[in-house]
């Protein structure tokens, strides 16, 4: 499953470039600021945009689940207000 520069494998989120699972995010961090992949540098986006495709990959992984996905990570805050 993919969404613009990162997609979910076995479980996990990696780079669709580089298949790393790192994200280099500013330390001052706002909606507008840039989000990169940790390993290639790859630009994922604005931290508002890369919030909104973790959420469409976790509510696209939650709809393939019989049981409902636990996500503790609060990037994942769709899957917290369904």
């Known amino acids: 499953m993919s969404t613009d520069g990162i997609a979910l494998k ?3 989120f990696h ?30 986006g604005s931290w508002a945009e890369y919030r909104h495709r973790v959420d469409e990959a ?13 996500v503790a990570d609060p990037v994942g805050s769709v899957l917290t207000k369904a």
């Open 15 to 44: 780079c669709e470039d580089c298949g790393s699972p790192g994200v280099s995010i500013p330390h001052t961090l706002s909606d507008a600021s840039i989000v990169a992949c940790a390993n290639c540098g790859l630009s994922l």
């Open 10 to 12: 076995q479980d996990w």
């Open 58 to 70: 976790l509510m696209a992984e939650q709809a393939s689940k019989a049981r409902r996905v636990i």
